[in-house]
Structures are given as structure tokens and as C-alpha cells.
């Protein structure tokens, strides 16, 4: 008997504390199903390029990104500050197949950059870069401060964006081919 009445005490008291609960739960999408888990992280955006190549058999466009290619941006302690590379083969690093670089000097928070002697032993003063195409059966690489080479580099926190040409890029080792590269762009997460 004493417990039908204690109980009865404190069954008004737990009425609104247990309906507080039941509010609290179903809105904030508990309905009794468990606890959810958090969401997956969002999958890492790979890179990805795009130029056109005219010139020394060449004429068309060229698009990386995804699936076997490799698109990178990574810091370089050698000769570059920052070496962007645009491969149609992810194996061996993006060197068994054609594949364009980007050696970027002084990329700080990006801007416009302007070319620079393509075999420069390091990166001097100001935003600079050189570029090279390394494709089927030759190489080929900006001229010694064209003023027809130019980069546009873009940063938001880790992940780099830019346009970027070149024309008259030369035959690299004494060949007298040449290559035009146009309207190329290009995003990837500095590494």
C-alpha cells in the first residue's frame, strides 16, 4: 500500500519530465530509431586540366582529370617552388605517358606570372614559371622570357586554380618543332 501511494507522490512529478523527453527526441530526429551516424566526409576533390595543343603534328584538345590520369600541385624543395603536373598516366608518377608541368616560382597567394628562362638553376625574384610538354616522341618547353608565355594562379586556402599558355614553345635537346599551347585551366589541392 505504501508504495501505490509513494508512486502515486511522484507519478505527476515524472508525467511532464517524461513528455519533456518524447519533445526533445522526436524533434531533433531521434524518433526512437537509435543514434544516427555522423556524415561520410565529403570525398577529396581530385584536380583536373584542360589546354589545347596546336602544332608539331598536334591539333586538338587535351582533358585530365579522374580515373587514370594524374593531376597534382606539390610543393618542391629543388628547383621550383611549386611543380603542377598534368599526366595522362598515373604510373610512375605521370612519366610513362604525355604530360605537362608547371614550375611555379614565388607562388604566394597566386597572381600573374611571367616566364622565365626554362633552365634557370632556381627560382629567382618576382612570380615566375616555364612550362613543358613532354609528349609522344618530343619535348617541348617555353622559350628564354617570352612575353608570349603567361600564368594566371588562383588560391583558396589549399586548393590552387589557374589559366595558363604558350606560344612557340620550342623543340627541347636541338629539334626545330613547335608547339603552341592555348586556353588551358587547371584546379588541384596543393600537396
Known amino acids: 500500500m505504501r508504495r501505490r501511494q509513494a508512486c502515486r507522490r511522484w507519478l505527476p512529478a515524472l508525467v511532464p519530465a517524461i513528455a519533456a523527453v518524447a519533445i526533445t527526441s522526436s524533434s531533433c530526429g531521434g524518433g526512437g530509431d537509435g543514434p544516427t551516424a555522423p556524415p561520410p566526409p565529403p570525398t577529396p576533390n581530385p584536380g583536373s586540366a584542360s589546354f589545347r595543343l596546336v602544332g608539331a603534328g598536334e591539333d586538338g584538345d587535351v582533358s585530365y582529370g579522374g580515373g587514370s590520369n594524374l593531376v597534382f600541385c606539390r610543393r618542391q624543395g629543388s628547383f621550383a617552388d611549386l611543380w603542377i603536373r598534368f599526366a595522362e598516366q598515373a604510373a610512375g608518377n605521370g612519366e610513362n605517358g604525355p604530360h605537362l608541368d608547371l614550375d611555379v616560382c614565388n607562388p604566394g597567394d597566386g597572381g600573374s606570372f611571367s616566364a ?44 590552387l586554380s589557374g589559366t595558363f599558355s604558350c ?11 613547335s608547339i603552341d599551347v592555348l586556353d588551358g585551366s587547371f584546379e588541384c589541392t596543393e600537396e
Do not use: K
Open 116 to 159: 622565365m628562362h626554362p633552365q634557370a638553376a632556381a627560382c629567382g625574384g618576382g612570380q615566375t614559371f616555364d612550362i613543358w610538354w613532354h609528349g609522344e616522341s618530343a619535348v617541348f618547353v617555353n622559350t628564354a622570357m617570352p612575353p608570349s608565355c603567361s600564368l594566371t594562379l588562383m588560391r583558396n586556402g589549399t586548393r
Open 167 to 177: 606560344l612557340g614553345m620550342e623543340e627541347f635537346g636541338g629539334g626545330n618543332g
